[in-house]
């Protein structure tokens, strides 16, 4: 068990940092400017490139760091365990398909696409087509928390990851009111949140890893 379990807790920390440096490469983390995006995109296409692979490899990693914590022994017969390692799992499935949104910007932004013909398809993308996203993508971080609690109270885990998630959202809604107020400093807010939310993640793992045989 041991080794499974150090093997997924090092699938969790992968997960962790590779969803923030997707993050990172993205110009504007969590903007819904259709023109925004295909103007920025369009200036950094090979970070958005980069993005896109660390984000389907973070999907990725997320798959058999879940599957260790359903069978770690402090986890196994909990209810609890389950359902915010199932609620992750949804979200994960929001995360990947979040990254396809990403790719499909960096096409409509190569070299000889009409960007007019473009931009009502992003709207479209960024407004009634979030439907088939944004509850995946709330379901990670909804999942995440859950877990995060679970975990910490199970011994699983260092109570760390419910601080660190409670901070994260702190830092999104007062960090992200005081950007808006001031006209600046939407980017590193994001960056900061996200961050913190990609550390608790890494700490998940990092609580699997040091689990004894």
Known sequence: MSSVSRLAG??????????????????????????????Q???????????????????????PGLLGIA????????????????????????LAADAIY??????????????????????????ADLVFVAPQLLALVAGIGFLGVVAARAGAASRRVPRLLALA?????????????????????ALSALALFALAIAELGAGLWRARS
């Open 169 to 189: 959202l702190g830092v999104a809604v007062v960090g992200g009111a005081a950007a808006r107020a001031l006209g600046t400093g939407r980017r590193e807010i």
């Open 102 to 127: 990403h790719l499909a910007a960096y096409e409509m932004s190569r070299p000889g696409v009409a960007r007019d013909a473009m931009l009502p398809v992003m709207e479209r993308f960024q407004s």
């Open 71 to 94: 069978r770690d022994v402090r986890l196994r017969e909990s209810g609890s365990a389950f359902a915010a390692a199932a609620l992750t799992g949804v979200g994960v499935t929001g």
């Open 10 to 39: 090092s699938c969790l920390v992968g997960a962790g940092i590779s969803f923030w440096g997707a993050w990172f490469l993205m110009p504007l983390p969590g903007t819904t400017d259709a023109a925004f995006i295909l103007e």
């Open 41 to 63: 995109v369009g200036a950094t296409p090979e970070r958005v490139w980069w993005s896109v692979v660390l984000q389907v490899t973070s999907s990725a990693l997320f798959l």
